[in-house]
């Protein structure tokens, strides 16, 4: 579950809809209603503007039976209430407001859009997604009657959107992926589709999402399979499945359309140059997005020899990586202070053991370099420190739902990159078997992907499980990455852009 709704994904939202995309109108409020769309601080919002809808005056209930939290969660005070109130002096309809979880957006002539579920929001690969407005552009396609989008999370941690869809004909997913381009940026367009007969539904009727098949990455009526016709092809078809997690996949096959991005596409470069011995680029990967282009690539190419990056030498403190200086320096720049965060949030259902998590916490730290690491400047470059312990503890915490927006606005903030570790987690209980556990790493030790192996490897430290242990640290990278840029062929390339950009720069 991602963190509550922000001022910038509502403005990111409204880029799209100036672009006249699909959504439902709602209507008008009813008599002796009233209806406020607000932003995060419960503010009106101005028409046009998407929010989320809230609903006062007559026929709010009194809450949910039995359900004490949730009642406090949804049904809010109306600071509204003088001005809008059917009937001032009731206070069951003047005085409070329900909390819909729907976005929507006033239109000039008085009406309401509907535009999704705020719940319905998703991150992936670093941008925020609002699952109903991507369903709303596949309902625009031509023969598709229903749609549902989800995330769906991958055996290594990776999360794609999946769409499940009820249609009058049979599609295959180059085609709804050419329909949805001119709609859609590609990050919101789905990695896989599933075409269905009907949704399954929960006892009231509603679409159970639970009930969802696995998705698959090929439809029917989709590109002819073409198996591999060659030794290389054949080694190249089983690099790829491993990659993009299939369990097979044809010569003519779109890395991209079959899942592939540009994570896996670095995945998958790395794993052709260690088992082809074949350096292949990720722009060529992007240009030759097929196995039989990549089989011809290589052949054309011939071979590179891979080696294994060396442990490095124990010592006070290590270079940085071009990454690592680059992040310093921006993180020290005006606005940089938390512009480089790399927050989460997880809600765990059921019994959770503090303690333990906070030891699978410190396995972590002690397992990853990484997490024990902090930088400094020395003698006019940047360079890291790898301790052997650090100090780490969990806040804990015990809120009330309704204040955990406030918890998560407030748990990001600024890292001092002297002081490891760049982690912090806070855990918050929010009811007998609920908790929001909330962590946050700073960009200069941490990625998308690496991110997603630790979550990963923190639930498997968690239950118990023993983990391999790492053949190499970042810090032995950073060390070869260093070596590498005192080799001619490297120092020729600086030299030509030294030259071809002179005198069209400044700082």
Known sequence: MQPPYTIEDVESLNVLLEKGEHTVSIGTPIANQAVYILNTRQQLVPMGIAGELYIGGAGIAR?????????????????????????????????????????????????????????????????????????????????????????????????????????????????????????????????????????????????????????????EGGLEYVAPRTPLEAKLAQIWQDVLKLSSVGVTDSFFDMGGHSLRATTLVAKIHQELGSRI???????????????????????????????????????ASSAQKRLYILSHLDGGDVSYNMPGVLVVEGPLQADRLEDAFRQLIARHETLRTSFEMVDGEVVQRVYDQVAFAVERLQA????????????????????????????????PERHLLMYDMHHIISDGVSSNNIVQELGQLYEGQALAPLPIQYKDYAVWQQHEMQRESYQRREQFWLEHLAGGWSI
């Open 63 to 219: 809450g949910y039976l039995n359900l004490p939290e949730l009642t406090a969660e949804k049904f809010v005070p109306n600071p509204f209430a003088e001005a809008t109130a059917a009937d001032p002096a009731d206070s069951t309809y003047a005085n409070r407001m329900y909390r819909t979880g729907d976005l929507a957006r006033w239109l000039p002539d008085g009406s309401i859009e509907y535009l999704g579920r705020i719940d319905h929001q998703v991150k992936i690969r670093g941008y925020r997604i609002e699952l109903g407005e991507v369903e709303a552009q596949l309902l625009t396609v031509d023969g598709i009657q229903k749609a549902v989008v989800t995330a769906w999370e991958n055996e290594d941690g990776h999360k794609d959107l999946c769409a499940y869809i009820v249609a009058s004909e049979s599609l295959s997913l180059p085609e709804l992926r050419n329909a949805l381009q001119p709609k859609l940026p590609d990050y919101m367009i789905p990695t896989y589709v599933v075409q269905l007969d009907r949704f399954p539904l929960t006892p009231n009727g509603k679409i159970d999402r639970k009930a969802l098949p696995a998705p698959e990455a090929r439809l």
């Open 400 to 431: 009330h739902e309704s204040e955990a927006e406030a918890y998560i606005e407030s748990f990001v903030r600024s890292f001092d990159l002297q002081q490891a570790p760049l982690l912090r987690v806070r855990l918050i209980q929010t009811g």
């Open 281 to 319: 680029t990720l722009r060529e990967v992007f240009q030759h997005f097929t196995i039989e282009q990549q089989a011809q690539l290589i052949t054309a190419q011939g071979t590179d020899t891979y080696t294994v990056i060396p442990a490095a030498a124990k010592q006070s403190y290590y270079p």
